[in-house]
């Protein structure tokens, strides 16, 4: 006799959404594991590891209400996924990343500041992802990256993210709180997030120089 698990179109989606979110936790501990045992390089790691947690990030958001918790999800499934778990919700970078904000925390940049970057980095890029692209919505998202940007000293002020998200929120300040931007500046704003974020990833390792 088939068993159905759903009885509607909406608990159909919530359990696929379920299946998914458990997919990335486990491929996650996959992947850490690989990286600690060097089964894979660093730059593989981080590429698939950002991908992880970029997929994590925007469904979790939208599986908000009904996983609160994601360490209480892993225990009902019985996942057993510890390393997953922190990097997902308690680091949110890879472990690279972490390893290179830890080497300049001695100058005068904070490792705390370098992780706050890359999740407004992060941030900004998943809202446009979820379509959220509203003044009111893209403007403080904007501004705490560009904030969280200046207090790096080894990022010189011509810095391609600081110009950018310079010219974006004077742009976006001559607009509407209610005003959207349309789906070509949506657009090229994820594009400018992203070439962002690779030259700002580039500029870490040698920031002990």
């Not at 004077?170 to 005003?179: H, Q, V």
Request: hydrophobic share 40%; charged share 25%.
């Amino acid at each position: 006799m088939e068993v159905k698990l759903w009885n509607d179109k909406r608990e159909r989606e919530m359990y696929e959404n379920f299946a998914e979110l458990y997919a990335i936790i486990k491929a996650t501990e996959k992947l850490e594991k690989a990286y600690i045992r060097d089964l894979i390089s660093p730059s593989e790691y981080e590429t698939e590891c950002q991908k992880l947690i970029v997929h994590f990030k925007t469904l979790s958001a939208t599986l908000r209400d009904l996983v609160p918790n994601i360490e209480r999800f892993a225990e009902t499934y019985k996942m057993d996924c510890s390393a997953a778990v922190y990097r997902l919700v308690t680091s949110g970078v890879p472990a690279t990343v972490e390893h290179r904000a830890a080497a300049m925390a001695s100058t005068s940049s904070s490792a705390s500041v370098v992780a706050e970057c890359v999740q407004n980095f992060i941030t900004s890029m998943d809202s446009l992802k979820l379509n959220m692209v509203a003044v009111d919505q893209v403007y403080p998202l904007l501004s705490d990256l560009s904030a969280s940007l200046q207090k790096l000293s080894i990022l010189p002020p011509d810095f391609e993210g600081k110009m950018k998200m310079k010219e974006w929120l004077l742009r976006l300040s001559k607009m509407g709180a209610s005003d959207e931007l349309t789906e070509q500046q949506a657009r090229q704003l994820h594009f400018d997030l992203e070439s962002s974020y690779n030259s700002f990833m580039a500029a870490l390792p040698s920031a002990g120089n």
